[in-house]
């Protein structure tokens, strides 16, 4: 089982993989909410542990954009906030687990094996937008059921975009998935692959790639 840690404090984070490995689990540790996009696109994980309180952004709205992107991996937030009215927040927001901080690693790997025995939520193999029609299942991009020739970097990049439609997906991220997809990469790496892909996909598919200056890139349906 692979776990995905999301900790901002450094001596808490080794300190929770390092118990968690020695139950048994591999766990990938990220600091921010921009690495863990880049760790969850780039891997696939059995559950995710949450804090809240990250240094770019709130894990709350993270636990949002997750199920609404119907991204169905149990969440166990673990947090410092302690009202009745945070935990109810947590678990109306979609998370599966609200563990207090400070708490006892037993008790963590404790609530992490009681998720893990769940029945697994039932994931949609198809993700449409527009025109385009992903496969979760290989990975594979088609339109009205023909494969489209993409080149890994191009597919990679399209497959965040489509899994995050509508949503802007910050530069940094994207770059990171680039790096670990190519040996090189040159400093304007990502704007030279967005320009290809607008190229392929043209305006015949339904969809658009718009640049959010200072920001990153959103992926829309035409109307």
Not at 70 to 91: E, H, K, M
Not at 160 to 184: D, F, G, I, S
Request: include cysteine; charged fraction near 30%.
């Amino acid at each position: 089982m692979r776990l995905l840690l999301l900790e901002d404090n450094q001596r808490c984070g080794d300190l929770i993989r390092e118990h968690l490995r020695d139950a048994g689990y591999l766990v990938d540790l990220s600091a921010t909410i921009s690495d863990f996009w880049t760790m969850v696109a780039a891997q696939g994980h059995d559950l995710y542990i949450l804090d809240l309180g990250l240094p770019d952004g709130d894990a709350m709205d993270l636990i949002r954009d997750l199920r609404l992107q119907q991204n169905r991996v149990p969440i166990l937030v673990t947090s410092g906030r302690s009202q009745v009215c945070d935990r109810i927040a947590g678990l109306e927001n979609g998370a599966d687990d609200y563990l207090v901080k400070p708490f006892h690693c037993d008790e963590l790997t404790a609530r992490v094996r009681a998720l893990l025995r769940r029945p697994p939520a039932i994931e949609a193999r198809r993700l449409t937008v527009g025109l385009l029609d992903l496969d979760s299942a290989s990975g594979e991009i088609s339109l009205a059921g023909e494969r489209l020739d993409l080149s890994p970097s191009e597919r990679r990049l399209l497959t965040v975009l489509m899994k995050r439609h509508n949503q802007v997906v910050p530069k940094p991220v994207l770059e990171r998935l680039l790096y670990e997809a190519e040996a090189t990469s040159t400093p304007n790496a990502i704007e030279k692959l967005v320009s290809r892909l607008r190229k392929r996909l043209g305006s015949a598919m339904g969809v658009e790639v718009r640049t959010i200056h200072g920001d990153g890139y959103l992926l829309v349906e035409l109307p």
